[in-house]
């Protein structure tokens, strides 16, 4: 069974660039959801797809969007780059609003 | 706002001590989490606590939800430095969405 996996590892951006983010969910997950981690800090929940629909959102802004295709994978969409962007991004995958379980995230740092 | 803070923010302690780790919050939570993070790596669940005045053990760990459902507790006995991470809190909402506290960083020297 293939564990939730994301890319890429690391990225650099620069501020109003724009970032896309992929994770690929557990085999018979049907349900991503993706965090912003800031160094030193908790998670904090962006979004969460069920099925292709988006399913809970979090306090971001609208320029933070994403995607669920057909596979149950996952896409996060970051348009217009801030210096407090600069985070570890995580993607979650579960069955509904079962167990969670983590992909080991996407380093971003916008300079 | 639902919020969860954790206590202390950090801690450093010789193995073999024990040590607890607090989650509280002014909110009810459905269920109440704790993970464990490594650097690098995306958090990984050690428990889930559903019943006000729970305790789990897992082996040296032991996990206790409130009475109220509002905090927890992660108490660990004869620390070793394997113990060594950034241990999350995090409470499930009505809408099955998690509540992250900001994380203990733990450090168990030998």
């Known amino acids: 069974e293939t564990g939730v996996t994301q890319s890429p590892t690391h990225l650099i951006k620069t501020r109003g660039q724009q970032v896309t983010l992929r994770c690929s969910s557990q085999?018979?997950?049907?349900?991503v959801s993706w965090y912003q981690q800031a160094l030193g800090q908790g998670p904090q929940f962006i979004f969460q797809y069920y099925r292709e629909e988006e399913n809970g959102r979090g306090n971001f802004p609208p320029r933070f969007s994403g995607l669920q295709f057909p596979n149950y994978s996952s896409e996060l969409n970051v348009n217009a780059l801030e210096l407090d962007d600069s985070a570890l991004y995580l993607c979650?995958?579960?069955?509904?609003?079962?167990?969670?379980?983590f992909g080991p995230g996407t380093r971003l740092t916008v300079l | 706002t639902q919020l969860l803070e954790q206590s202390p923010q950090f801690l450093s302690i010789q193995e073999g001590e024990n040590l607890t780790v607090y989650c509280n919050s002014s909110?009810?939570?459905?269920?109440l989490q704790w993970y464990r993070q490594e650097p690098g790596e995306g958090p990984v669940l050690l428990v889930t606590v559903v019943t006000g005045g729970e305790v789990k053990k897992l082996k040296r760990l032991t996990f206790q939800f409130g009475d109220a459902r509002k905090d927890s507790s992660l108490h660990i006995t004869a620390a070793q430095p394997g113990d060594t991470g950034l241990y999350l809190c995090?409470?499930?909402?009505?809408?099955?969405?998690?509540?992250w506290g900001a994380g203990t960083k733990l450090i168990i020297k030998p």
């Open positions: 995090a409470g499930e909402d009505s809408n099955y969405q998690l509540i």
């Open positions: 979650a995958s579960s069955v509904g609003p079962d167990e969670q379980f």
């Open positions: 085999s018979g997950h049907n349900t």
């Open positions: 909110s009810v939570f459905s269920s």
